[in-house]
């Protein structure tokens, strides 16, 4: 689903249900949305791929079902998607904004899960990381971004980098590329649209328009749906075997489902625990950690060009993200935590041989650890959105 990219390419929203009902340390909801986010993505190239159900937009059809009918019965029997209230919904601003964002959106999926039948998933995250690129060049188009050189030489690094690594893919194929970059540019203009006609500017007077991942979700799955069905009337229809469902497994494809949607439900926990400092580097880490769990899976070949390539992308991308204030006080924290550790471990004239540095370790590291963060924190980049 598009989760993963509303947490990593969005300022955080903040969910208050779940920030006030809940008090579990935030490393789970960090973890949480780790396992889901990569969970679903191998998931489904497991089921494209290797199980044999290629069939990318009936599967992402049955996706938006899913969570068409999973946000209706929450609405209806729980508190989680009680922040629905507060958008100020009508006909005209669902048809204006809705709508076509809910086009965008269904086109990003589509193309995300069709690019499963021709590329790796290391591959497809390595040309995942020009998506800021491809946000800020449609924001300068839409005139919602101001550019300027700086940004100009952090994008081009990114896009070096993604070059890079396209040139050293083995099983490079024309095909998916085009498909992932389809994917990318829908993306891209979903989220300037939302920017844009969900803003202050939108029309209806009632300011701007606030959603988390699963109110988002509560609204776009059925104009999503009813989008998807038609393209897969046109696309997959005549070629769909209903004996592919049974050889794949219902229990398989309500487990996708079931993962799919849990990705919405964890991102909504996550924003309202977390800051959008730590949001950025969970989603750069949770990239690596995947690009490492395909590679373990299907045994991908990674070539130095694409090792080298994705590595200036990263570094691209992290200080885009950032900003190197933040990237300096992060150093800072590191270096903090080591130096505790160290100081634990090897008591030094500054820790007593009686309590063998403990009491540096507790005392100073935490503290040293957190205001940096904080410092992080406040130094991310005022116009950058991930």
Not at 67 to 91: E, F, N, P, W
Not at 128 to 137: D, G, Q
Not at 231 to 236: F, I, N, P
Not at 253 to 276: C, D, E, P, Q, R
Request: net charge positive; charged share 10%.
């Amino acid at each position: 689903m598009g989760a993963e990219n509303d947490l990593e390419q969005q300022q955080p929203l903040r969910h208050e249900k779940a920030s006030s009902s809940y008090s579990l340390h935030p490393l789970f909801y960090i973890l949480s949305w780790i396992f889901f986010s990569n969970t679903t993505i191998l998931f489904n190239k497991w089921l494209i791929d290797t199980k044999g159900f290629r069939y990318p937009v009936i599967l992402t059809c049955w996706h938006l079902i899913f969570a068409t009918i999973a946000t209706q019965l929450l609405a209806r029997t729980t508190s989680v998607l009680d922040s629905r209230h507060k958008v100020k919904m009508t006909g005209r601003l669902y048809l204006r904004a809705i709508v076509p964002i809910g086009f965008t959106y269904s086109a990003s999926l589509v193309c995300s899960n069709m690019v499963y039948l021709y590329l790796s998933v290391a591959f497809i995250q390595m040309l995942k990381a020009a998506a800021p690129v491809a946000v800020l060049f449609v924001g300068w188009v839409w005139g919602v971004e101001n550019p300027s050189l700086q940004r100009l030489i952090n994008i081009l690094v990114i896009v070096a980098g993604v070059a890079l690594a396209s040139f050293g893919e083995i099983a490079f194929s024309w095909a998916g590329f085009m498909y992932q970059l389809g994917g990318i540019v829908f993306e891209a203009m979903r989220l300037v649209m939302i920017q844009v006609l969900l803003g202050g500017n939108n029309g209806e007077g009632s300011g701007a328009v606030k959603m988390d991942p699963l109110v988002s979700l509560y609204y776009y799955a059925p104009v999503c749906a009813v989008m998807n069905m038609a393209v897969a009337l046109v696309t997959e229809a005549f070629r769909f075997d209903f004996a592919d469902l049974g050889r794949t497994g219902y229990g398989l494809l309500l487990l996708n489902a079931v993962v799919a949607f849990m990705l919405n439900v964890a991102g909504v926990f996550l924003i309202g625990k977390t800051s959008s400092l730590v949001m950025t580097l969970t989603g750069i880490l949770k990239n690596i950690l995947l690009v490492i769990a395909s590679v373990m899976i299907w045994h991908t070949s990674i070539t130095l060009l694409q090792f080298l390539g994705y590595g200036i992308a990263l570094a691209g991308l992290t200080y885009y993200s950032v900003g190197w204030d933040s990237i300096v006080a992060i150093s800072v924290a590191a270096r903090a935590y080591m130096s505790g550790i160290l100081d634990a471990l090897l008591p030094s004239s500054n820790s007593s041989a009686e309590d063998g540095g403990k009491s540096g370790l507790k005392n100073r590291m935490p503290f040293a650890l957190r205001r940096a963060l904080i410092m992080g924190g406040i130094g991310t980049r005022k116009g950058t959105k991930m």
